[in-house]
């Protein structure tokens, strides 16, 4: 299946309560057509401690058909689902893809430090803040030395 079809047939379910399962969201959403997939995505940030299986709010559907998805849309948009109000709308692919490392800095990245940073010589360093080169500091301070002997 491409992905440009599957995202048309992808419903997204958000604002469901936390006592709303994959069975409950099954159930509510059969109605509209053949659920391929459903969805929830868990709330445990490491999953090897996850204590309590708690879900982050939403969830997706997958449909047989885009017809089917665009009919949960239009009935399922601002009503109830187990006490909470859900707002349902067609879901949208990622903007950015998820890399490996996940959620690092880039700078952590060997390669980047390889490609975008300069050895302290040639960048210039403390002497390009204060104007002076080496072989400047060096006179001055021979000054400085003389001028304390006197």
Do not use: C
């Not at 390009?128 to 080169?133: E, I, M, P």
Request: proline residues 3%; charged residues 30%; negative net charge.
């Amino acid at each position: 299946m491409e992905e440009g079809t599957k995202s048309k047939k992808t419903v997204f379910v958000g604002g469901i309560g936390d006592d709303v399962d994959e069975s409950a969201i099954y159930e509510n959403f059969a109605t509209f057509g053949e659920i391929i997939e459903v969805q929830l995505p868990s709330a445990a940030t490491n999953p090897n401690q996850q204590t309590e299986a708690k879900h982050r709010g939403f969830a997706f559907v997958t449909y047989g058909s885009s017809a089917d998805a665009q009919d949960a849309i239009d009935n399922m948009d601002l009503n109830e689902l187990k006490g909470k109000v859900i707002k349902v709308n067609l879901a949208r692919p990622m903007k950015t893809l998820v890399q490996p490392g996940g959620n690092r800095a880039v700078w952590e990245s060997e390669e980047w430090l390889k490609q975008h940073i300069k050895p302290l010589a040639k960048s210039g360093g403390v002497q390009a803040r204060t104007g002076k080169s080496e072989t400047q500091e060096g006179e001055d301070d021979a000054e400085n030395d003389q001028e304390m002997e006197e």
